[in-house]
DNA sequence: GCCATGAATCGAATTACTTCA
DNA sequence: TCTGAAGTAATTCGATTCATG
């Protein structure tokens, strides 16, 4: 999702009535667009004005870039909020005008879950301009992921998202983790696949998710891992049996062939010594070293415990 | 040392929601 | 536009562990 906030007056730049304040002089139009855009759509979700007496409206796009994925200074993990000007036919210029800010500064400060905070994830930053700049209810157009994006941003700010913190009835929201934020907990999870209170707390930081939110991730982290390994686990076992099923039947017909064999020619069987042996425990004819005998799928070292164990047991 | 209790955490199962074909 | 499948965040529940009195 590329947020982007447009913000403007007739003849200056964002960098010349930033921050808000200044600008409220002026008779000028300011003119907030808060868009939120995929890479191939992107409509304007809410506008809101401040100002009067419009003259002209320019459109400054700027890319707001939420990074809490650079390195973060321990003094002040949180999120900056990168407000990146892009020029009209020069979408990712440098620079010109950063706001670093830090909407949230109470993150991750109380405690885990029942506690409601004024914000919990990314799209908390529109409801945080939702809130300072005064914009209020959607324009339309918005694709319902946006829509969505403000509920949740509403529901947040009421503090009313999970059953933890869900105590005046609404239903929770699902809140879509960002990919940003996704790859970090995949890091993350690739370091350690379970986390100590201490990394959780520092992760949700980071993240700007609650701590509840990340234990959550972990946990359907670890469901995913042992489903997929269950998966694999499956299919290996598959094959195992299909092989062992040849196999039986390449000696089943082999054993006809013998008997077959031994009915026709009573007095005269050579056979490769090497070929069938005598199990001393079980007394059964298994193949010998020289034959292929042995399944071409060994089983892997914690199917072969289970198995083991399994035969053990019966 | 033993026991009861509560908090924290986990896995498993399930639900609810979003996205996409 | 509708729909079903897939993916996944969130919830619920029971089991386990650990600290505390």
Request: aromatic letters at 4%; hydrophobic letters at 30%; proline letters at 6%.
């Amino acid at each position: 999702m590329e947020l982007a906030l447009s913000l403007g007056d007739g003849s200056t730049s964002f960098r010349d009535h930033a921050p808000v304040s200044k600008a409220s002089g002026k008779d000028l139009d300011l003119r907030v667009a808060l868009d939120i855009a995929d890479e191939d759509r992107g409509k304007s979700v809410f506008t809101g004005r401040a100002g009067e007496g419009a003259r002209s409206r320019v459109v400054f796009p700027f890319q707001l870039d939420l990074l809490p994925f650079s390195p973060v200074p321990r003094s002040n993990p949180l999120p900056q909020l990168r407000l990146q000007c892009l020029s009209e036919n020069q979408r990712s210029a440098e620079p010109a005008a950063i706001l670093d800010t830090n909407p949230f500064p109470a993150v991750a400060e109380e405690a885990d879950d029942g506690v409601s905070q004024s914000h919990s994830s990314p799209n908390s930053v529109m409801s945080s301009f939702h809130m300072e700049l005064g914009i209020s209810g959607g324009s339309g157009g918005g694709r319902s992921g946006g829509k969505r994006d403000l509920e949740v941003a509403d529901a947040e700010r009421d503090g009313s998202r999970g059953s933890d913190d869900d105590e005046n009835g609404l239903a929770r929201k699902k809140l879509r983790l960002s990919k940003e934020q996704s790859a970090f907990l995949e890091e993350s999870f690739k370091e350690h696949s379970t986390l100590n209170p201490k990394q959780k707390l520092d992760l949700a930081k980071q993240l700007n998710l609650r701590p509840r939110q990340v234990e959550v991730w972990f946990q359907n982290r670890r469901a995913r891992t042992k489903l997929k390994q269950t998966e694999i686990d499956c299919e290996y076992l598959k094959r195992y049996c299909e092989t062992l099923t040849e196999e039986n039947r390449r000696l089943q017909k082999e054993l006809q062939e013998l008997r077959a064999l031994k009915t026709s020619q009573p007095f005269y069987m050579q056979l490769p010594a090497t070929t069938l042996t005598m199990c001393p425990s079980c007394e059964r004819v298994a193949a010998g070293p020289a034959s292929n005998a042995k399944p071409r799928v060994s089983l892997p070292i914690h199917l072969q415990s289970q198995a083991q164990a399994h035969k053990a047991a019966s």
